[in-house]
């Protein structure tokens, strides 16, 4: 089944609009989620990590302004779009490591990504 | 900075046959992960397969296996007996610790789209 949860799974909405997407673990505590975007035909680029109780850390050219992250609790990190505009338009998909023993074996969990679309 | 390549941006394979689905990367760490994703069209990342920088073996899991050649820096997937329901992209990608975020970080390549044909 599902190891992490994303919502909402599409977003169609006028420029100007803030949007917010959220993530969360299921049945397991993430410290550590991060946040990807994906443009068409083009392969994943990690936006921030999103930390629990703390600032997210952005890569660069992200503005953190514009994708706010929040990491409120163990098993949720949102992402708002503040004033979006159509060159935000993509494909945003968060992503989690359930960490179930020691070493590095344990795969990043992918969320089903939100399509966003601003017209 | 570290490197994923993958050289076939589409692949056709007829039903049933195997496929092998390329992937070099590039890294001074001599620690690290490398993984496969399976995307289908709806847009979902799915786990496949892990290949640590210290596993001696190279990884299986079901039709899935990880020809890893650490030497040449290769991390090769490949499919047995592929079906129809394989159709999709395929994403490489390596994990590095990051010491100034204390965390990882996953670097994928730029994808191959599998097309299994009937």
């Known amino acids: 089944g599902a190891v992490v949860s994303q919502h909402p799974s599409r977003v169609i909405c006028k420029s100007g609009t803030s949007v917010k997407i959220e993530c969360r673990s299921l049945?397991?505590?993430?410290?550590?989620m991060f946040w990807y975007r994906q443009f068409p035909k083009q392969s994943l680029m990690l936006m921030a990590t999103s930390n629990e109780g703390s600032k997210a850390t952005y890569e660069q050219g992200v503005e953190k302004d514009k994708f706010l992250i929040n990491h409120a609790s163990l098993t949720l990190s949102t992402l708002t779009v503040t004033s979006a505009h159509p060159e935000d338009s993509s494909f945003y998909i968060c992503?989690?490591?359930?960490?179930?023993?020691?070493?590095?074996?344990?795969?990043?969990?992918f969320g089903d990504g939100t399509r966003l679309s601003i017209l | 900075a570290q490197k994923i390549t993958q050289t076939q941006p589409g692949m056709f394979v007829q039903e049933k046959e195997a496929v092998t689905l390329d992937c070099t990367y590039d890294?001074?760490?001599?620690?690290?992960?490398l993984f496969w994703y399976k995307q289908p069209s709806s847009g979902e990342m799915i786990f496949l397969i892990y290949?640590?920088?210290?596993?001696?073996q190279n990884a299986t899991e079901g039709r899935y296996s990880l020809n890893f050649q650490k030497a040449r820096k290769s991390a090769n997937l490949v499919i047995s007996a592929s079906q129809l329901g394989d159709s999709a992209m395929y994403f490489c990608?390596?994990?590095?610790?990051?010491?100034?975020?204390?965390?990882?970080?996953?670097?994928f390549g730029t994808g191959t789209r599998l097309t299994i044909i009937p």
């Open positions: 890294t001074s760490d001599p620690s690290y992960g």
């Open positions: 290949q640590g920088s210290y596993d001696q």
């Open positions: 990608a390596m994990r590095e610790k990051r010491s100034n975020f204390g965390n990882e970080k996953l670097t």
């Open positions: 992503s989690a490591t359930r960490y179930l023993s020691r070493g590095n074996n344990q795969p990043q969990h």
């Open positions: 049945d397991f505590q993430a410290t550590t």
